[in-house]
């Protein structure tokens, strides 16, 4: 499937703010069935320093500083992609949860992408008694790796109400836990939580989600958003394999990876600094445009 994709953040400051730094993790990196062309990142009014790195983990670091007096940041991130579908067979048995976790204890590799890296507590992600309770009955060592956590991930969007309302980006992942409500970037942390306290390696993906409008209904211009789901390591023959549990399934060709890290503090897509006591309002728009749509699709 191939998309344009187009992602606008607007931030208002009120009064205007001075000597600004920004960090952007908008470019997306590469991923295995994934092609990124024509990637453009428009920043105004445009900064007085930009550097683009290479972060700690899977994301592409922009670093900018603005140092004259600015009331609207605006920040445009467009790009086209071509995502093919996983080539899973779910019917062959991966891996238990037990080989799986013994597999990433011995892992001798410390890249970024090294299972050793997203086993263990991270800054928005400690663990919780209350959700390895829960989680751990449904995760048993000797349970297929990969089956068992997609279960996980089934049972997440059966028991927790998407509510846009109820939590928001440092909502602690108990506290989500406990009211049993959120949207994407908690089930993904609440997923995550869960199959590290059965000694398995999962990292947080950020990236872009295509959605369907409703029969008959146009689609509209800008009203997608950024998404957010699981990578679980499910040993080194089958490695990485991303879980949505917002939507219960595997992520596919609807799927777009920008970002990685240990948890949503890694890969944000904008956070930074600036002087002045200003109150700030942030508008983002995401649209995500097939170009050549599949037989059938809505």
């Known amino acids: 499937m191939r998309y344009k994709v187009s992602h606008i953040i ?5 009064p205007p703010v001075r000597l600004a730094h920004f960090n952007l993790r908008l470019a997306p990196i590469e ?3 994934q092609r990124i062309e024509d990637y453009e990142l ?3 009014p445009g900064p007085d320093l930009r550097e683009e790195r290479i972060g700690a983990y899977p994301f592409n670091l922009t670093r900018t ?3 004259k007096p600015i009331a609207t940041l605006e920040v445009r991130s467009t ?12 019917a062959t048995s991966t891996m238990s949860i037990a080989d799986v976790a013994r597999a990433a204890v011995a892992a001798r590799d410390f890249g970024p992408m090294s299972p050793a890296q997203y086993l263990f507590p991270s800054r928005l992600l400690p663990l919780v008694p209350e959700i390895m309770d829960w989680a751990r009955p449904q995760l048993p060592a000797d349970g297929d790796c990969l089956a068992a956590a997609l279960a996980l991930a089934k049972a997440i969007k059966a028991t927790f109400a998407y509510d846009t309302k109820a939590t928001q980006a440092d909502t602690p992942v108990a506290e989500m836990f406990a009211i049993r409500k959120g949207v994407c970037q908690d089930f993904a942390h609440l997923l995550i939580v869960a199959l590290r306290s059965v000694g398995l390696p999962a990292a947080y993906v950020s990236g872009y989600l295509r959605t369907y409008p409703p029969p008959g209904q146009p689609r509209l211009v800008g009203a997608d958003a950024m998404h957010a789901w699981v990578a ?3 040993g080194p023959l089958r490695g990485w394999v991303g879980i949505d ?4 399934v595997l992520a596919n060709a609807d799927h777009l990876v920008v970002a990685i890290g240990r948890d949503y503090s890694d890969i944000s897509p904008i956070d930074g600094v600036f002087v002045g006591g200003a109150s700030q309002k942030t508008f983002n728009s995401v649209d995500v445009s097939p170009i050549d749509a599949r037989v059938g699709a809505v």
């Open 31 to 33: 991923w295995p069935g």
């Open 65 to 67: 500083e603005i140092m």
């Open 10 to 14: 607007r931030v208002d400051y009120q």
């Open 245 to 248: 549990p917002t939507n219960g």
């Open 42 to 44: 428009a920043i105004e």
């Open 232 to 234: 679980l390591w499910c």
């Open 79 to 90: 790009f086209i992609a071509t995502v093919a579908e996983a080539e899973l067979d779910l």
